[in-house]
T-cell receptor, first 114, second 111 residues
Framework: DTEVTQTPKHLVMGMTNKKSLKCEQH?????MYWYKQKAKKPPELMFV???????INESVPSRFSPECPNSSLLNLHLHALQPEDSALYLC?????????????FGPGTRLTVL | DQQVKQNSPSLSVQEGRISILNCDYT??????FLWYKKYPAEGPTFLIS???IKDKNEDGRFTVFLNKSAKHLSLHIVPSQPGDSAVYFC???WGGGKLIFGQGTELSVKP
């Protein structure tokens, strides 16, 4: 199984809602990532978990809260988002989180904040 | 400050010919460079990578060339096929798993 799955595929939420994005992989990878991609822009790294510990936080606002319950699962909890947070949110995983590791990406969750 | 740059937003090539996608970078600390392909409504898919200590890596129809002195790399696709039509991202990393992507080049391969 070389797949990273993400749910939901689409999400529409208001600025006062609380929602969560989910990501799962069963490749035995020990590093997992959240990226944000705006239209016509490249993916931008938000968070990295390595061996279930947060290793990189790219100064992301606290309205985004990541969680790694186990080595196969990665969540992104959303609260009080702004319309400018509307984007494609991509999850990825890699073997160990070292340089040159191939990162496997999921299809993304398309988020719209009203 | 864009550390990884792809200056051509689009490229159109005839089927069977060579596609050359270019990428420039500014950070001499990068130790790996990777190319990803992205179709609409899908996540990026890894294509090929190269270590900063090498100058060429080849995998089937895909070859990546690295010129460290010029801080430039290129992806060659030979022969190009219509199924190669996608957005291609150059990415770089150093010291860990943080990938920095270029802006992408949209490749169109015409039959």
């Amino acid at each position: 199984d070389t797949e990273v799955t993400q749910t939901p595929k689409h999400l529409v939420m208001g600025m006062t809602n609380k929602k969560s994005l989910k990501c799962e992989q069963h490749m035995g990878h020990r590093a997992m990532y959240w990226y944000k991609q705006k239209a016509k822009k490249p993916p931008e790294l938000m968070f990295v978990y390595s061996y279930e510990k947060l290793s990189i936080n790219e100064s992301v606002p606290s309205r985004f809260s990541p969680e790694c319950p186990n080595s196969s699962l990665l969540n992104l909890h959303l609260h009080a988002l702004q319309p400018e947070d509307s984007a494609l949110y991509l999850c990825a995983s890699s073997h160990a989180g070292t340089s040159g590791d191939e990162q496997f990406f999921g299809p993304g969750t398309r988020l719209t904040v009203l | 400050d864009q550390q990884v740059k792809q200056n051509s937003p689009s490229l159109s090539v005839q089927e069977g010919r060579i596609s050359i996608l270019n990428c420039d970078y500014t950070n001499s600390m990068f130790d790996y460079f990777l190319w990803y392909k992205k179709y609409p409504a899908e996540g990026p898919t890894f294509l090929i990578s190269i270590s900063s200590i090498k100058d060429k890596n080849e995998d089937g129809r895909f070859t990546v060339f690295l010129n460290k002195s010029a801080k430039h790399l290129s992806l060659h696709i030979v022969p190009s096929q219509p199924g190669d039509s996608a957005v291609y991202f150059c990415a770089a990393t150093w010291g860990g798993g943080k990938l920095i992507f270029g802006q992408g080049t949209e490749l169109s391969v015409k039959p």
